[in-house]
């Protein structure tokens, strides 16, 4: 296999060696090597660290000449919605013009609106669409994308949406408790027709199921209903809670050992103290608390009390129209209370746990080559510039999949 040299960088930066997910005061340790070099074989990292160190290489190899540019691993989105057709520009503007969430609900808008036009499209578009919004995902450093379907609410359009998550290389996840479709009777008669009809072949494409608990969606009766059926069936859990009101989500995610609580934005003490003494990582979205107006999610207090966190985009028509983890580093030193480097290790090496990936998310030796060059001498533009032109280069699997070729 061919090897690739990234020689000259002006620093590399990865989050520290240690159990995923890291938490409390290892969250923010990075360690930055200054005037330094990459080395890939294949799809794999075989060293990292000073030019001083770098030795006499044999065999044939290409460079890549890294001055002025700092490498950071390939970002991780751990938390997107990509496979939907349509957009809601227009709820957009009347969401600017002052109307509410549920008046737009009420209206005919929100996810069933989405819903509408997703069982339109057919296989062959959602896979156009989702590639487009992957790409975009790659513009801006994200090398391992999650995508969940929940658009479909039918058979035959949630497993076309998982299917073109997978075919784009992304991690599928089953988000068939996202809404209930007009056709069906009620929450109860949903999920019981979900778990008989969709899991099965769900499960046979879908990593993880995820489910959406608020009040006038699922509550936690349903949601353990719809879990422990996805369990039964080999899926890893995730729950989307306390984005609007405290239903009971987050216990509900610790007893049942969810791998991710995504949203927060009104989880109180009680349950940051919960979430901090369990191994359920909470995932943190703060465009989607921007887009919305929300108060954003307690992410010092979690950190602070020992939580393992992570960053998403929440990529979505409706509530956080962006593909850029940059952009959600950016909120998160400027809304959340984080430092940068506590952001980095939220969305690379703690992402990829949330996903179950251990082979990413940090720059070591044996873990895959994905890495992505900054346009910048020091690493912290990444967060620093809000939505600079700051992803200079991105290496996925070894492969530059943008930047010079
Ligand atoms: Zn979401």
Redesign the pocket.
Known sequence: MTQLLIRDLAQVVTPITGQAPLRGRDLGRVEVVENAYVLLDGDRIVSVGPMTALGALTGSREELDGRGLSAIPGLVDC???PAFAGDRVHEFALRAGGATYDELLAAGGGILSTTRATRAAGQMALDAFVARHRDAMIAHGTTTFEG?SGYGLDRETEVAQLTAIRDAGGIPTW?GAHAVPPEQPGADAYVDWAIREVLPEAAAIAVAA?V?VERGTFDTAQARRYLEACRQRGLALRL?GDQLSEMGAVPLAVELRARSI??LESTGADGVAMLAASGVVAVL?PI?ALYLGRPMPPARALVDAGAAIALAT?F?PG??YCESLPVVCTLACTQLGLTPEEALAACTVNAAHVLGLDDRGRLAPGLRADVVLLDATDWRHLAYHLAGDVVHTVIQGGQVVRGPA
């Open positions: 938390h997107t919605h969940k988000l995820d959406f989307h995504d949203h979205l989607a929440d979505n509530s956080a």
